[in-house]
């Protein structure tokens, strides 16, 4: 199984609410990523977390908060965005890199957000 | 630093054209190869990869050759079928390290 799930599919939000995005993997990676996508353009990376901790943060404005509360489980909490982060939000999952071999990363559908 | 270039898009064929898209790359050390596809409102999936000098990567008909005295990778296909059509993403990534570089990605339209 190389199945790398997300909930929910659609999302619209507005520039006040609170909202989650979730990602779940059962393939036993240590890797979980986050990835922004705009239309027409490749996956921007997010956040990485390895072994659950936070080892990559590409200086994501603080209204993005990941959490990996366990090995299978990746949140994104989402709070006061603005329109422009509208995007096809991108959950990955990969074993831990060892020195000499480069896994590859399995990617989620995505969860597709609107803010208005 | 590392960077991914693909040819330009977007791609036209008709059913059963044969299909290249060219890709090179910049990297430090001895990086992985990959070419991803992403068809309309979906998410990417990994078409294939290949990890060191002249590996060949192959699945549902495409291959690409990891060329490392042209710094190339591209993506090949004997005859493409309508359901092809997608965006392919060519991406390396560093040995050590979880970081993936991507190129900006080749539409291809397949025509009946």
């Known amino acids: 199984d190389t199945e790398v799930t997300q909930t929910p599919k659609h999302l619209v939000m507005g520039m006040t609410n609170k909202k989650s995005l979730k990602c779940e993997q059962h393939m ?8 922004k996508q705009k239309a027409k353009k490749p996956p921007e990376l ?15 404005p603080s209204r993005f908060s990941p959490e990996c509360p366990n090995s299978s489980l990746l949140n994104l909490h989402l709070h006061a965005l603005q329109p422009e982060d509208s995007a096809l939000y991108l959950c990955a999952s990969s074993q831990v890199d060892l020195i000499a ?5 399995y990617f989620g559908p995505g969860t597709r957000l609107t803010v208005t | 630093g590392n960077s991914v270039t693909q040819m330009e898009g977007p791609v036209t064929l008709s059913e059963e054209a044969f299909l290249t898209i060219n890709c090179t790359y910049t ?18 999936q990994l078409l294939l990869k290949a990890t060191k000098a002249d590996d060949k990567g192959s699945n549902k008909g ?7 005295e042209t710094t190339s990778f591209h993506l090949e ?16 990534k560093e040995t050590s390290g979880s970081r993936l570089t991507f190129g900006e990605g080749t539409q291809l339209t397949v025509n009946p």
């Open chain 2, 62 to 68: 495409f291959e690409a050759t990891y060329r490392k």
């Open chain 1, 101 to 105: 071999y480069s896994y590859e990363q």
């Open chain 1, 46 to 60: 997010m956040f990485v977390y390895s072994y659950e901790k936070l080892s990559i943060n590409e200086s994501v």
């Open chain 2, 77 to 92: 296909k004997g005859s493409v079928q309508v359901s092809d059509s997608a965006v392919y993403f060519c991406a390396l």
């Open chain 2, 27 to 44: 990297a430090t050390g001895y990086p992985s190869l990959f070419w991803y596809v992403q068809y309309p409102g979906e998410g990417l």
């Open chain 1, 28 to 35: 036993g990676h240590r890797a979980m990523y986050w990835y």
